[in-house]
């Protein structure tokens, strides 16, 4: 997920602003599947700049917290050259799992 609104718009450049969207999506998207945030057993952020994200880490840990609740999974961040999207700053994969 990237931070992108539902009608596939950015409606911010800031890097903590877009990860709080990608964390928004991710749930939506979880939900949409039967699934929690409690499922997420791995997540992986792939930042375009490492320096950006290490300064906005106090806003994503606490949209993090908001959204997710807890740091119980697996998580890794890479920096990368660019995403797809010019405008993405930050793109968010997780894996869910749901027992049935």
Same mark, same amino acid.
């Given at each position: 997920?990237?931070?992108?609104?539902?009608?596939?718009?950015?409606?911010?450049?800031?890097?903590?602003?877009?990860?709080?969207?990608?964390?928004?999506?991710?749930?939506?998207?979880?939900?949409?599947?039967?699934?929690?945030?409690?499922?997420?057993?791995?997540?992986?952020?792939?930042?375009?700049?490492?320096?950006?994200? *290490?300064?906005?880490?106090?806003?994503?840990?606490?949209?993090?917290?908001?959204?997710?609740?807890?740091?119980?999974?697996?998580? @890794?961040?890479?920096?990368?050259?660019? *995403?797809?999207?010019?405008?993405?700053?930050?793109?968010?994969?997780? @894996?869910?799992?749901?027992?049935?």
């Amino acid at each position: 997920m990237i931070g992108v609104c539902a009608e596939q718009r950015f409606h911010s450049d800031d890097f903590a602003a877009q990860a709080h969207q990608a964390l928004l999506n991710i749930v939506a998207v979880l939900q949409a599947g039967g699934a929690k945030h409690e499922h997420i057993v791995r997540m992986t952020c792939y930042v375009t700049n490492k320096r950006e994200y *290490l300064a906005a880490l106090t806003a994503i840990g606490a949209s993090f917290r908001e959204l997710i609740g807890h740091y119980a999974i697996a998580m @890794t961040a890479v920096q990368v050259s660019a *995403l797809i999207e010019d405008r993405a700053k930050v793109e968010i994969a997780v @894996t869910a799992v749901v027992a049935g």
